[in-house]
């Protein structure tokens, strides 16, 4: 499914169905606000008890990720793809954390911390917290731009140099779980363990534009950061 199918759907079942209790969000965007991941948080996780409502409204927004909060003070929050339900991911955490203005977030994993520099949000975890990646590497930023959606099967992030020197690279995030989402526009996990494997800080532009930062920390956690605005039309 296209992204414009996704998100003319989206729009439609915001407009029918979607409680005013549910945030768009724009995460990883540049500095004009363009770009990034479309981001659903449902701030109050109690409107959908459990595992099944969650996961059905997920699928029903068809976004790379929705947000549910179970505690806005802790910070305790429930991530969902529209097929699984995930232990950690990048992005969603990003823009939770921007949303509820939050020093810190609690997973099942563990405990997120959160700080802001400028005008970017950063969370601080590991890479063992990451699902499995593959992280395949090209020769050049064309060679990134010029790839097929390949078959599903695995999450494959596609990237390569744009400026070594500089630390900047362009990347693809191609998801390969079979669920509607074919290409994620950004992905903070898998920036988060670029990152780490490189062991060194780098800017990463993903999708149509999204700006992804990352950068290891000194205690084994590595660092990924980016700007966050709130999206009235989730299509546009």
């Keep these: 499914m296209s992204r414009e199918a996704r998100t003319n759907g989206l729009v439609s079942c915001f407009n029918a169905r979607v409680s005013p209790d549910i945030h768009f969000l724009r995460v990883f965007c540049d500095a004009n606000g363009n770009h990034g ?3 659903g948080v449902v701030r109050d996780g109690r409107a959908f008890p459990d ?12 976004l790379s990720e929705t947000v549910f909060v179970d505690d806005a003070h802790r910070g305790v929050v429930d991530i969902y793809t529209p097929g699984v339900r995930l232990p950690f991911a990048g992005y969603p955490l990003v823009g939770v954390a921007w949303l509820l203005g939050l020093d810190r977030l609690e997973l099942p994993v563990g405990s997120i911390p959160v700080r802001r520099a400028d005008s970017l949000t950063w ?3 590991r890479a063992e917290w990451v699902p499995p990646r593959t992280l395949r590497q090209y020769a ?4 990134v731009d ?18 070594e020197t500089a630390g900047r690279i362009r990347a693809r995030g191609f998801p390969g779980r ?3 989402i074919d290409e994620d526009e950004a992905t903070g996990a898998a920036a988060l ?6 062991g060194r800080d780098v800017a990463v532009t993903q999708g149509n534009g999204s700006q992804i930062m990352a950068a290891p920390g000194p205690d084994g956690t590595t660092h990924i950061g980016g700007r966050v605005c709130t999206v009235d039309n989730p299509a546009h």
Excluded: H, K, M, T
């Excluded at 050049?140 to 060679?143: H, K, Y």
């Excluded at 010029?146 to 992030?157: I, K, N, R, S, T």
């Design 193 to 198: 363990l670029l990152a780490d494997r490189l």
């Design 123 to 125: 969370i601080s975890a």
């Design 51 to 62: 595992e099944e409502a969650r996961q059905s409204l997920a699928r029903e927004l068809g």
């Design 146 to 163: 010029a790839l097929a959606v390949p078959e599903p099967g695995e999450w494959v992030y596609a990237w390569a140099w744009q400026d």
């Design 140 to 143: 050049g930023p064309q060679e």
């Design 37 to 39: 991941n479309v981001l």
């Design 178 to 180: 079979g669920d509607g």
